[in-house]
């Protein structure tokens, strides 16, 4: 019987994406990725707001604005605690208040997530039908190693068809596949292929076994349903919008392998998605931006 554990990521564990490092402060992407939460929801603004403008931002400004989401006030500073306890975040008292600024890591951290976000689903390179096939074996008695594996392999893009064999039609990856065994002690005992798929099998049958593409557009249905309509009337209906839209766009680097269009199934709505998404953020970007400075001077008159 195949170990379930050691194949690739199933339905739950594909909203576990990570790329955090054994370099960086450690945080968990499955709160990132999970319902809303208060947590992911500072992510989501400190990414789109607070990172542009550069400027700390007052803890009663971040509070308001998570009240937005129904976020309580107790839930939102734990949220702050956390965030900075993580390494993002760095506080800084001025008499009885205090403000926030991102640390240099909690900076390099959104800003690779914000390029990822905004590049995702943004354009097709062409594919010649090489694979890149990566070999690691983790012994079953090391469950976090192997959890620390697929997570960053999967967040690279990598699907799993099988216990100890990662691929992913992207072959420009190699160097960050190796970058994560490195840095996992992984690399010595590992081995890497670019390959072509031969006769044995189906190359579909393949890619089903290592990608569960109907649960991703599943996703990106719900995101099309929720955003197709939705037209705010104001500058905080307008900020509300563009935050709730980057938030659940945010998911979908950790979702979708962005697998070759000759690998997807028929009529696949990433690129419809994909299309809204960017659409409707350089839309709304500006009100949002806008609104956002707003509320942030206006707890700095305080």
């Given at each position: 019987?195949?170990?379930?554990?050691?194949?690739?990521?199933?339905?739950?564990?594909?909203?576990?994406?990570?790329?955090?490092?054994?370099?960086?402060?450690?945080?968990?992407?499955?709160?990132?990725?999970?319902?809303?939460?208060?947590?992911?929801?500072?992510?989501?603004?400190?990414?789109?707001?607070?990172?542009?403008?550069?400027?700390?931002?007052?803890?009663?400004?971040?509070v308001d604005a998570l009240a937005m989401f129904g976020v309580e006030e107790k839930s939102a500073r734990q949220s702050l605690a956390r965030?900075?306890?993580?390494g993002w975040l760095a506080s800084e008292r001025m008499g009885r208040r205090v403000r926030w600024a991102l640390t240099p890591p909690g900076r390099r951290l959104l800003t690779e997530g914000a390029q990822r976000i905004y590049d995702f689903g943004s354009g097709e390179r062409p594919w010649d039908g090489t694979w890149l096939v990566v070999l690691v074996s983790v012994p079953e008695a090391k469950r976090d190693l192997r959890h620390r594996v697929r997570t960053r392999l999967t967040w690279a893009g990598f699907g799993s068809p099988e216990p100890g064999v990662w691929i992913t039609p992207h072959a420009d990856r190699e160097a960050e596949a190796l970058g994560v065994l490195?840095?996992?002690?992984?690399?010595?005992?590992?081995?890497?292929f670019a390959a072509t798929y031969g006769a044995v099998g189906s190359e579909a049958a393949m890619v089903a076994r290592a990608w569960d593409l109907s649960e991703v557009e599943d996703r990106y249905e719900a995101f099309i349903d929720e955003f197709t309509g939705l037209r705010p009337a104001?500058?905080?209906?307008?900020?509300?919008?563009?935050?709730?839209?980057?938030?659940?766009?945010?998911?979908?680097?950790?979702?979708?392998?962005?697998?070759?269009?000759?690998?997807?199934?028929?009529?696949?709505s990433g690129a419809k998605a994909?299309?809204?998404?960017?659409?409707?953020?350089?839309?709304?970007?500006?009100?949002?931006?806008?609104?956002?400075?707003?509320l942030a001077e206006g707890h700095g008159e305080r």
């Open positions: 019987m195949v170990d379930r554990a050691s194949r690739g990521p199933g339905r739950r564990e594909r909203a576990d994406r990570a790329a955090a490092g054994s370099a960086r402060p450690v945080v968990s992407r499955r709160r990132e990725v999970g319902d809303v939460s208060a947590r992911s929801l500072l992510m989501t603004m400190l990414g789109e707001y607070v990172l542009p403008k550069g400027t700390p931002v007052w803890t009663s400004a971040l965030t900075a306890a993580e490195k840095e996992l002690g992984l690399a010595d005992d590992a081995m890497s104001d500058g905080a209906a307008v900020l509300h919008a563009q935050t709730m839209l980057v938030h659940e766009w945010r998911r979908f680097p950790f979702l979708d392998p962005q697998l070759p269009s000759k690998l997807l199934p028929a009529n696949w994909a299309d809204l998404f960017h659409s409707r953020h350089a839309e709304w970007n500006p009100v949002a931006l806008r609104r956002w400075e707003e």
